[in-house]
């Protein structure tokens, strides 16, 4: 991770303003490092660019959740908008974007598979579903709020159960 910390430290100095070329050089760096150390680690990543309501999409991670003002969640499926990073040493073929509109009271909810995967006593998981419909009862409330709501169903769910991956969540809201 510090790895792709430093990285993206670096390419944000320059003057790079495609995310789609700020990605596909950010692979080529990590790719170069992973041969180098002779790891076989990787991970998926999207890059996100916020303009006047619009956000751009590119790279691929976990479903980008959009919900509406009305609590309605869209899954956004970001398969076809990358390739996981430090695999092979060019994914430009691979890497896309998507363009989602945000009108006021709308959003996107970010996380990390530790939320969607998180196992309860039974070993039942979590889930996508699960997710989407907390997040949907609680819309009408501040972004802090929906989150601290996720994150005690997740812990609801999880009970006694030990933890074994990041738990990463980010709520955001258009005004």
């Not at 691979?94 to 598979?113: A, P």
Request: glycine share 6%.
């Amino acid at each position: 991770m510090l790895m792709v910390q430093t990285a993206v430290e670096t390419l944000l100095t320059t003057d790079i303003q495609n995310p789609e070329t700020f990605l596909i050089l950010l692979n080529r760096a990590i790719y170069k490092n992973v041969q180098r150390m002779g790891m076989d680690k990787n991970l998926t990543l999207s890059l996100l660019d916020y303009e006047a309501g619009r956000v751009s999409l590119t790279g691929q991670h976990e479903d980008i959740l959009v919900v509406r003002q009305s609590g309605k969640v869209e899954r956004i499926d970001t398969y076809d908008l990358g390739f996981a990073v430090g695999v092979v040493a060019d994914i430009a073929e691979f890497v896309s974007h998507h363009e989602i509109q945000l009108e006021k009271g709308d959003g996107i909810v970010l996380y990390t598979d530790g939320i969607t995967e998180a196992r309860d006593l039974e070993m039942a998981l979590y889930g996508l579903d699960r997710l989407c419909e907390i997040i949907s009862q609680n819309w009408h409330r501040s972004a802090r709020e929906i989150q601290e709501a996720i994150i005690a169903d997740v812990r609801q769910h999880i009970g006694t159960q030990k933890v074994y991956d990041d738990i990463t969540l980010l709520v955001l809201k258009q005004k």
